[in-house]
């Protein structure tokens, strides 16, 4: 069982958060300085996660280390930004443009020096640019070939940080191409460095339609492969980034029994994208979502859910969560 969770938010859910309408965002801009006071009110908070170039780079390392410090936090993953920018919308790892894949490995590479330079052990590798649009338009073998050989140069260039494959059906592109828990199993295996893994975004598995309980079971069941989470929630038809439990609130249920049955002990990071809300209070709510489900577990005990789940009777298990959930007997 685990007893301490650690919790940690993408520094971004402090932001106004634009989308493709309101390009400017449903709230003030705020500065890193004031995105790290705001972490500091999350009851419970204790890390942050940074993209880099976004919010971390040669010049601004040590500063960013002492403001994060002073504050009582530590930097929980380092996102490498290979997606947010016009030259990478034809791929980054996979694209065509050798000068694109040299230019996004470099990035990748320096992000993880700003890694361990911030004492964070976690490197976010998302290829949300390489994929494609439209039939015909893409070379599957050619480009697997080549986010293999990226990942495993970058794996090789600092062995102590860990790259956690963050993979999403689709957005920005139509289709990604480490788009499913399997497909990023089959990256994981095929790269073969103990410092690669895989990272659930429990949206991403969502739209995916996977059940994310199953996905993190799958991931350590083959190799001890989870390395971190995002927590957040959504409708599965898009990554709407919504707070933890608002719409699968019996699936993170079962996640969160998964993910203490198999001893893991890696950061329950927030990713959520509170558009119109404040995201304190966002963060906040989701925290305690996550602690009160916990505590659910802890009332209806992990025994006897085993036991429910050994037996594969689905209405013992409906019984089993609506009395506690109910009070119904």
């Not at 280390?65 to 930097?75: H, K, P, T, Y």
């Not at 004492?119 to 649009?133: K, M, P, R, T």
């Not at 970058?154 to 790259?163: F, N, R």
């Not at 707070?243 to 001893?263: A, K, N, P």
Request: with cysteine.
């Amino acid at each position: 069982m685990t007893t301490n969770l650690r919790f940690s938010a993408n520094i971004n859910t402090f932001n106004a958060c634009a989308d493709r309408y309101v390009l400017s965002g449903y709230g003030q801009r705020l500065t890193s300085d004031q995105l790290i006071h705001a972490a500091t009110r999350v009851p419970g908070l204790t890390g942050v996660e940074v993209v880099g170039l976004w919010h971390v780079n040669d010049e601004n390392l040590d500063q960013l280390r002492r403001q994060i410090g002073d504050a009582g936090l530590e930097v929980t993953c380092v996102t490498p930004d290979i997606w947010a920018s016009g030259k990478w919308g034809w791929g980054s790892f996979s694209s065509n443009d050798p000068r694109i894949r040299r230019e996004a490995i470099h990035e990748v590479k320096k992000s993880m020096e700003w890694a361990k330079q911030l004492d964070c052990e976690v490197v976010d590798l998302w290829f949300g640019q390489d994929g494609y649009d439209y039939p015909l338009q893409a070379d599957y073998l050619t480009a697997w070939d080549r986010i293999i050989e990226g990942t495993i140069e970058c794996a090789e260039h600092v062995p102590k940080v860990k790259l956690v494959i963050e993979y999403k059906p689709k957005e920005p592109r139509t289709h990604c191409f480490i788009g499913t828990v399997g497909k990023t199993l089959l990256l994981v295996h095929k790269v073969n460095k103990p410092n690669v893994g895989a990272m659930i975004d429990v949206g991403h598995a969502l739209m995916a339609y996977e059940n994310a309980a199953e996905s993190a079971a799958l991931l350590q069941y083959f190799g001890q492969k989870l390395f971190y989470m995002h927590f957040n929630d959504n409708w599965r038809l898009w990554d709407d980034d919504m707070t933890v439990g608002s719409v699968h609130t019996i699936e993170m249920l079962e996640l969160l029994y998964w993910l203490d049955r198999m001893g893991y002990d890696g950061w329950y990071a927030l990713d959520i994208f509170p558009y119109r809300e404040d995201g304190i209070r966002a963060a906040t709510e989701s925290i305690r979502w996550i602690q009160g489900l916990h505590g659910l577990l802890d009332r209806i005990g992990r025994d006897q859910i085993g036991q429910v789940v050994a037996s594969g009777d689905a209405m013992a298990a409906s019984a089993l969560i609506r009395e506690t959930l109910l009070g119904q007997k």
